[in-house]
């Protein structure tokens, strides 16, 4: 498709389980963020890819947070250990370098049992 | 880190009333972005602007790049029940910086 895919749409897991969240950024975008957003909150930066340099990992609240972008295409946000705080929808963003505009996938909202 | 302050946090208008919300910084950005979350839904770019002063319509929405370059200004003429949602200011300081994204200001409207 033309816009930021994300898999699965929803996920159920029990606490101290590892769960994989993925992004499949726009085409020949260069740019891809993560972000966590719990309800009716704004949204909390995670990771940021740009091109090939170092991701900024500031926003990562915990070691049991992990990403990878894998060939500067698809994206895997790794989440170790499920806490019942990380009870949220994750929402993943891509953007082509110098357009400053983000384009949003729908989101992943995971729950944790 | 760098923030943008988005006032108000929440909004409950009538509808067929106008709405106006804004964005600050204490930095100077480049770009200023206006996104619009529906519930159960990614943000959608609604405006994004590139010049100071710059004024931006979208239907009933206009926008503005504030000449200080620290603020911007969405209103939304004559509102209708789907304008609810969240709205979201954002930018990069410079044109290949990170995004980054006000809280938001909340918008019901009442019945």
């Known amino acids: 498709g033309a816009g930021v895919s994300q898999s699965p749409s929803n996920k159920v897991t029990e606490k101290g389980k590892d769960v994989e969240l993925r992004c499949d950024p726009i085409?020949?975008?260069?740019?891809l963020y993560w972000y966590r957003q719990s309800l009716g909150q704004g949204l909390e930066f995670l990771i940021y890819f740009q091109g090939n340099s170092a991701p900024d990992k500031s926003g990562l609240p915990s070691d049991r947070f992990s990403a990878e972008r894998t060939g500067g295409s698809v994206s895997t946000l790794t989440i170790q250990r499920t806490q019942q705080e990380d009870s949220a929808v994750y929402l993943c963003a891509s953007s082509n370098r110098g357009s400053g505009t983000q384009y949003f996938g729908p989101g992943t909202r995971l729950l944790v049992l | 880190g760098q923030q943008l302050n988005q006032s108000p946090q929440s909004m409950f208008i009538q509808e067929g009333e106008d709405v106006s919300m804004n964005c600050t910084s204490s930095?100077?950005?480049?770009?200023w972005l206006w996104y619009k979350q529906d519930p159960g839904e990614g943000p959608v770019l609604l405006i994004a602007?590139?010049?100071?002063?710059e004024l931006t319509s979208n239907g009933r929405l206009t926008a503005q790049f504030g000449i200080t370059r620290k603020d911007s200004f969405l209103n939304i003429s004559a509102s209708i029940p789907s304008d609810v949602g969240i709205y979201f200011c954002?930018?990069?300081?410079?044109?290949?910086?990170?995004?980054?994204f006000g809280k938001g200001t909340r918008l019901h409207i009442l019945p």
């Open positions: 602007l590139y010049k100071a002063g």
């Open positions: 930095s100077i950005f480049n770009t």
């Open positions: 085409s020949g975008h260069t740019a």
């Open positions: 954002a930018g990069p300081m410079n044109r290949d910086d990170k995004i980054i």
